[in-house]
Antibody, heavy 123, light 107 residues
Framework: QVQLVESGGGVVQPGRSLRLSCAASGLTFSTYAMHWVRQTPGKGLEWVALIPYDGSSKFYADSVRGRFTISRDNSKNTLYLQMNSLRAEDTAVYYC????????????????WGQGTLVTVSS | ETVMTQSPDTLSVSPGERATLSCRAS??????LAWYQQKPGQAPRLLIY???TRATGIPARFSGSGSGTEFTLTINSLQSEDFAVYYC??????????FGGGTKVEI
């Protein structure tokens, strides 16, 4: 079955950087767009970024554009999120999620989620 | 940005009863709406997509309806495992993809 396993979370000071990874198995990773979605403690869900199956384009939430970079390595079945200039408001559980449709991203929603990795930005 | 508003924030229901959850979009999203269930300490799980299509393995007691700006998730004959937080998400007008604030279904 599909498994998505995030790693790389932790405690980091404001202004510093962190890179999250999401290892995928049980799916043809290279044929699906992938997303990062975050959830602040006790709060709701916020979509962060999307990368199509081939990495040809990238989409970001306004709150992270210019600071975060989504990327993927299809040879390693791995999704990444490079987070720079971190702020206290970036504190959240970060989930990677698979887009429900193969190939083209037309109407993106999420059919598989990882268990998440907690990022805490604090001095 | 399309703002998604869910109501109520919390819904108190007895096991075996019906729960009706609402989701409103600030502009039309056609039928491009998904519902997710999240239990404490777990990732969200896809329940409904296309406003009314159940995802794989989702019991028939879950049903979705609506189009445009008004949507409803109905859970018939609530089971103990259904007590959770439910989120709607629009995928018509993106980026960004946007979620509602969630409805907690409690006993």
């Amino acid at each position: 079955q599909v498994q998505l396993v995030e790693s790389g979370g932790g405690v980091v000071q404001p202004g510093r950087s962190l890179r999250l990874s999401c290892a995928a198995s049980g799916l043809t990773f290279s044929t699906y767009a992938m997303h990062w979605v975050r959830q602040t403690p006790g709060k709701g869900l916020e979509w962060v970024a999307l990368i199509p199956y081939d990495g040809s384009s990238k989409f970001y939430a306004d709150s992270v554009r210019g600071r975060f970079t989504i990327s993927r390595d299809n040879s390693k079945n791995t999704l990444y999120l490079q987070m720079n200039s971190l702020r206290a408001e970036d504190t959240a559980v970060y989930y990677c999620a698979r887009d429900a449709e193969q190939w083209m991203v037309v109407a993106p929603y999420f059919d598989h989620w990882g268990q998440g990795t907690l990022v805490t930005v604090s001095s | 940005e399309t703002v998604m508003t869910q109501s109520p924030d919390t819904l108190s229901v007895s096991p075996g009863e019906r729960a009706t959850l609402s989701c409103r979009a600030s502009q039309s999203v056609s039928s491009n709406l998904a519902w997710y269930q999240q239990k404490p300490g777990q990732a969200p799980r896809l329940l409904i997509y296309g406003a009314s299509t159940r995802a794989t393995g989702i019991p028939a007691r879950f049903s979705g309806s609506g189009s445009g700006t008004e949507f409803t998730l109905t859970i018939n004959s609530l089971q103990s495992e259904d007590f959770a937080v439910y989120y709607c998400q629009q995928y018509s007008n993106w980026p960004p993809l946007t979620f509602g604030g969630g409805t907690k279904v409690e006993i």
